[in-house]
């Protein structure tokens, strides 16, 4: 069965833009900090043993403003793909009323800090990325 993992990220004061938005840089970091949390309670909490990664792209498309009044965002991650020494997460960020606000795609990499290098991804750290990736639905037969 597929798991979904939900973490709040909080908007903090100065986040807000003269326009009274969460300004669109900010989403990296919410992005970040909700990855960080994943990685804790999912991966090394589960007994992973931490692997330094780097992010490789970062995508978003910004549907709808968040403001001081639809804070706090709820982060939706799912892992689509995991491959040998790289993985995607897909981030979705929710407003306090379950709005779709943001959806971001990144490609994380495993990575040597010595080399500079990427570095394959221990089985047990892929093991645990493969639990969130998302059912696929296939088409009914014709």
């Known amino acids: ?31 970040q900090e909700a990855r960080v949390q994943f990685f804790r309670d999912c991966i090394i909490g589960a007994g992973a043993l ?9 995508t978003f498309d910004y549907l709808r403003p968040v403001t001081d009044e639809t804070a706090p965002i709820t982060v939706e991650i799912v892992i689509p793909h995991v491959g040998t020494s790289s993985f995607v997460v897909h981030q979705l960020m929710r407003d306090r009323n379950g709005e779709v606000c943001v959806r971001a795609e990144g ?18 750290t892929r093991e645990l990325l493969k639990e969130y990736a998302p059912v696929e639905v296939s088409a009914p037969a014709r």
């Open 1 to 31: 069965m597929t798991k979904l993992y939900t973490c709040e990220v909080h908007v903090r004061w100065g986040d807000s833009d003269r326009l009274g938005h969460v300004n669109n840089v900010l989403y990296a970091e919410y992005a």
């Open 50 to 58: 931490p692997t330094p990664m780097v992010v490789r792209k970062m």
């Open 107 to 124: 490609v994380m990499v495993g990575f040597d800090p010595e080399t500079e290098k990427s570095v394959p991804l221990p089985e047990r």
